[in-house]
């Protein structure tokens, strides 16, 4: 089965934070516990409004999951500010050492709406990144944590490397923000680059795709995969769940989180 304490913000809208996460890691297979970092009102139009979790209740959230229920993955999300950061990173050493954890570094809604504080970028990169299995940036938060632009997906492999030397043991780097008729992700690890690539999927329904992405590959780590096997049927889950999406909302959608996945897919990639 595998399970997988969820470590982000709650989303209204049910598009992506816990939600999300919450669907994708019970699509595939696995076992979803969460603690709440901070709740918001939000649908696909944009995030209306952020109330953080008191940290001592965040950290009574993990310590009570982990010390009955247990957890083969972790995965973070929204963190929000730096007391959110350092309860989280002190709780996952305490309770946690040693269980891979997905980073998915949130910094702005889909909406444009910011979810990381300005003066939480330096704790989420010397606290976080570190003690992550592997990080899931998308290109503007890959900017923000390197402090300089990923013109285009020639510079994504160098840029990948970049945030590999910060500290985490893999690094996926999304590249859904360049235009383009294809969509390429790049894996860093120590032991070399695998580049993925996939047609664009034209569409607006894209809400809660990198935390959809995160939780899915979380899912597969907890169930004892392989990183590069985790992440292609993530990615596979992913693009078969914009397909499926229901088309809600006036603004950016939710996808359907309830699809399979073609396994005869997930072994071409």
């Given amino acids: 089965m595998g399970r997988?304490?969820?470590?982000?913000?709650?989303?209204?809208?049910?598009?992506?934070?816990?939600?999300?996460?919450?669907?994708?890691?019970?699509?595939?297979?696995?076992?979803?516990?969460?603690?709440i970092t901070a709740l918001t009102a939000q649908n696909t139009e944009g995030v209306h409004?952020?109330?953080?979790?008191?940290?001592?209740?965040?950290?009574?959230?993990?310590?009570?999951?982990?010390r009955d229920i247990g957890a083969d993955a972790l995965k973070t999300g929204m963190l929000h500010d730096v007391p959110t950061i350092e309860a989280v990173c002190e709780e996952i050493a305490a309770e946690a050492p040693g269980v891979p954890l997905v980073a998915d570094p949130?910094?702005?809604?889909k909406g444009g709406h910011p979810l990381l504080l300005p003066d939480a970028v330096e704790t989420l990169k010397r606290r976080l990144?570190?003690?992550?299995?592997?990080?899931t940036p998308n290109l503007p938060e890959a900017e923000v944590l390197l402090g300089r632009p990923v013109a285009d997906a020639a510079a994504m492999p160098?840029?990948?490397?970049?945030?590999?030397?910060?500290?985490?043991?893999?690094?996926?780097?999304?590249?859904?923000?360049?235009?383009?008729?294809?969509?390429?992700?790049?894996?860093?690890?120590?032991?070399?680059?695998?580049?993925?690539e996939d047609a664009?999927?034209?569409?607006r329904h894209t809400h809660g795709t990198g935390c959809t992405l995160a939780s899915a590959i979380a899912a597969g780590l907890a169930q004892g995969m392989p990183l590069r096997d985790a992440v292609?049927?993530?990615?596979a889950y992913v693009r078969a769940a914009i397909l499926a999406a229901p088309g809600l909302?006036?603004?950016?959608?939710?996808?359907?989180?309830?699809?399979?996945v073609d396994p005869a897919r997930i072994a071409a990639l």
Wanted: proline letters at 6%.
């Fill in 232 to 235: 292609a049927r993530a990615r």
């Fill in 249 to 260: 909302g006036r603004g950016h959608g939710p996808l359907h989180h309830g699809v399979t």
């Fill in 158 to 196: 160098a840029a990948a490397e970049a945030l590999l030397a910060l500290g985490p043991r893999a690094v996926l780097l999304k590249g859904g923000h360049l235009p383009g008729g294809r969509v390429v992700d790049i894996l860093a690890t120590p032991a070399g680059i695998t580049r993925f």
């Fill in 106 to 109: 949130v910094m702005v809604a």
């Fill in 129 to 135: 990144l570190p003690i992550a299995a592997v990080i």
């Fill in 4 to 35: 997988v304490l969820i470590i982000a913000g709650s989303d209204s809208g049910g598009g992506a934070g816990i939600q999300a996460d919450l669907k994708a890691v019970t699509a595939l297979g696995g076992y979803a516990a969460t603690a």
């Fill in 49 to 66: 409004g952020v109330l953080p979790i008191p940290t001592e209740f965040l950290r009574r959230q993990i310590q009570v999951v982990l």
């Fill in 200 to 203: 664009r999927i034209e569409t």
